[in-house]
């Protein structure tokens, strides 16, 4: 009987264990979303009886026999901190609990990157130091790689305090301290991110089987891991790559500006041999499986994303790809098209010469607004091109939270730059037409850099630009008769062309080259 009883524990752990348990980010100091059904779920024993209770609410649920059970609250508004109370055969009670706008935060290393980490943000210990804002809270979301979809995931709510906001995503932070400072109320952060990940590690088993198309990332991974057929090869590789990577990457940050580029170069030979094999981040599906799928179906507002520099080979995919993952996880969180913001990459240089790859990934990006309620914040002119990892981040976060206001929160005010709209010839010259032009351009008390234009030959060169009030008339000497121009079409343009707000001009071609 004994061994039957070790059997069944093995096989339904939950049969035997009777106490209710809450998801992972119902814990202390959790933000709820306001204004819409907010569901709270977790576990018990088949069968068994659950109570939730918030504010003046109190609903129940019966836990299936899978062991799940589900909860709505009706929709909240934001107030005092109160506690949640979930019984069954046991009572769980989470602490100060409070109701605002929560945000999902995910991406690669430029979301991970904190505000005062290994990486510090501009003038980093004066904004650890005015950060007093104890209904700003991030939970961090413990790097995760799974095979399946997980149910759980380990983390834990921080309220923002000077001794605390070191560690939050800094994107994230400054949208929110924008929107707090705004709209007064409590702001949520999860922040589900893991520096150097491709996309396709972000997106559900499902999504990447949705499309004959995506077959090439499940192909290309098996090619990856071949090499490494066991943990312990893997593990071992992986351990040598480390130490290169690290060896690497601080003898280009502490390289002279001459130097930069031969030291991105040999980073990149050190990131050109990355070995791949078991719980490796690059797993496809991995982190969806592990970082996204748990924090389903939590009450959210919306996603930002910063993301793209490790598919910046595959431009091409990567617009099929981030449309996919947009549409899928609005589809498995199952709260509609949700807002979902992204930044577009920032000016950077790989340190090879006419490389437009980031150039053709910022045109991938940006051909994904037409997916409805996204919004792009382009970064073109406030990166560095001898660092992947820009330092101002309070204009990132700025601008992303100016598209929310905008479109999300109704609060007036200019929330984009100049989007490219037009161009027809005029002579030997270009008419460069806009949208988001109004108020006139301006190129801060010099010519517009950044321009080129092309004849027939497709042959791109330098040309000079000029502001008529809301256009652009862009010609050069070496081309009588153009057909096409570009604006910032390089991994580390120039880029001076903005609105009367002082948001910049975004990338773009007129060609299709």
């Known amino acids: 009987m004994f061994q039957r009883l070790l059997l069944l524990a093995a096989l339904f752990p939950w049969c035997l264990r009777a106490d209710v348990t809450l998801a992972s980010l119902f814990v202390d100091h959790a933000v709820l979303q306001q204004g819409q059904p907010v569901p709270v779920w977790g576990r018990a024993a088949p069968g068994e009886k659950v109570t939730v209770t918030f504010r ?31 019984t069954g055969k046991n009572i769980l009670k989470v602490q100060d609990v409070v109701v605002g706008e929560v945000w999902v935060c995910s991406g690669q290393s430029n979301m991970e990157f904190t505000v005062r980490g290994w990486l510090r943000v501009n003038n980093a210990d004066e904004e650890v130091a005015a950060a007093q804002y104890p209904l700003i809270r991030q939970f961090a979301v413990e790097k995760t790689v799974a095979d399946r979809p997980a149910d759980t995931v380990g983390g834990a709510w921080a309220v923002c305090s000077p001794e605390t906001v070191g560690n939050f995503t800094a994107v994230g932070y400054f949208f929110a301290r924008d929107l707090h400072q705004k709209l007064g109320v409590p702001i949520g952060l999860i922040h589900s991110s893991w520096g150097g ?20 990332v499940q192909e290309r991974w098996k090619q990856a891991v071949a090499e490494f057929p066991n943990q312990a090869a893997y593990e071992a590789a992986r351990a040598e790559f480390k130490k290169a990577e690290a060896a690497a990457y601080l003898a280009w940050v502490n390289a002279p500006p001459a130097e930069k580029a031969a030291c991105w170069a040999r980073l990149g030979a050190v990131y050109g041999h990355i070995p791949h094999g078991p719980g490796d981040p690059d797993t496809p599906t991995g982190l969806f499986n592990g970082m996204i799928n748990p924090l389903i179906p939590y009450g959210i507002r919306g996603a930002l994303w910063y993301q793209g ?7 091409g995919e990567y617009r099929a790809l981030f449309a996919a993952m947009i549409t899928a996880w609005r589809k498995h969180w199952g709260q509609g098209d949700f807002p979902f913001y992204w930044v577009q990459l920032a000016n950077f240089s790989t340190g090879v010469p006419d490389d437009t790859s980031w150039a053709r990934l910022r045109e991938a990006q940006t051909q994904t607004l037409t997916l409805p309620n996204t919004g792009m914040a382009v970064a073109i002119d406030i990166g560095d091109p001898g660092d992947i990892h820009p330092r101002n981040k309070q204009e990132v976060g700025r601008r992303l939270a100016l598209i929310a206001r905008h479109h999300l929160y109704g609060i007036p005010g200019d929330w984009s730059g100049p989007i490219f709209k037009s161009a027809a010839r005029e002579g030997a010259a270009m008419r460069v037409s806009f949208d988001h032009a109004d108020g006139g351009l301006v190129a801060h008390d010099r010519p517009p850099a950044g321009f080129q234009i092309a ?6 060169h330098p040309a000079t630009a000029q502001i008529e009030h809301d256009t652009v008339v862009v010609s050069a000497p070496e081309v009588k008769e153009p057909v096409a121009v570009r604006y910032a079409w390089a991994d580390a343009p120039e880029a001076n062309l903005y609105d009367g707000a002082g948001l910049p001009a975004g990338p773009f071609r007129s060609d299709n080259w």
Do not use: C, H
Request: charged share 20%; proline share 6%.
């Open 197 to 216: 990940t491709q996309i396709e590690s972000w997106m559900s088993e499902a999504t990447l089987a949705s499309d004959p198309a995506f077959a090439v």
């Open 56 to 86: 003046d609410q109190t609903v129940q649920a019966t836990a299936g026999q899978d062991s799940r059970w589900i909860v709505y609250l009706e929709p909240l508004k934001p107030g005092a901190p109160a506690e949640l109370v979930v």
């Open 455 to 460: 004849g027939a030959d497709r042959q791109f």
């Open 309 to 315: 520099e490790s598919n910046a080979g595959r431009a």
